[in-house]
C-alpha cells in the first residue's frame, strides 16, 4: 500500500502561483511513477502532469503545458506540482496518484494508477 497526502491547494487570483506537495508514505516511493490529476464536479478527472520513477521523463496535459511543471524529491518522499499563470479554468480539486510503472502516453490515463491521494482544492478566482 502506498498513502499519498496532497497539501499546497488554496484560493489564488488569475495571473498567480501555487505549488502543491504530494507526500507518501507506505512502499518504496523511488519505485513508483506519480502523477497529478484534476476533477471539477460533473467532469471526469482530468490528466495535468506525470513523472518517471527517477524523473527524467515527465508529460504534461495540453491545458497546462508552459504553465505547470512535475517535479520530485525521492529522499523527501513528495512529488510537486508548480503551477505559475494561474486561470478561473484551473479551479479543481487536484489529486495526487502513483503507479507502478512509467507508461509513456498512458501515463494520461488515471485507470493506470494504482493509488489515489484525497485530493486538494485549487480555487483560481477571476
Known amino acids: 500500500q502506498v498513502q499519498l497526502v496532497e497539501s499546497g491547494g488554496g484560493l489564488v487570483q488569475a495571473g498567480g502561483s501555487l505549488r502543491l506537495s504530494c507526500a507518501a508514505s507506505?512502499?518504496?516511493?523511488?519505485?513508483?511513477?506519480m502523477g497529478w490529476f484534476r476533477q471539477t464536479p460533473g467532469k471526469e478527472r482530468e490528466f495535468v502532469a506525470a513523472?518517471?520513477?527517477?524523473?527524467?521523463?515527465?508529460r504534461y496535459g495540453d491545458s497546462v503545458k508552459g504553465r505547470f511543471t512535475i517535479s520530485r524529491d525521492n529522499a523527501k518522499n513528495t512529488v510537486y506540482l508548480q503551477m505559475n499563470s494561474l486561470k478561473p479554468e484551473d479551479t479543481a480539486v487536484y489529486y495526487c496518484?502513483?503507479?507502478?510503472?512509467?507508461?509513456?502516453?498512458?501515463?494520461?490515463?488515471?485507470?493506470?494508477?494504482?493509488?489515489w491521494g484525497q485530493g486538494t482544492q485549487v480555487t483560481v478566482s477571476s
Open positions: 507506505g512502499r518504496t516511493f523511488a519505485n513508483y511513477a
Open positions: 513523472i518517471s520513477q527517477r524523473g527524467i521523463r515527465q
Open positions: 496518484a502513483a503507479a507502478g510503472a512509467w507508461l509513456g502516453d498512458s501515463m494520461e490515463s488515471s485507470n493506470e494508477y494504482d493509488y
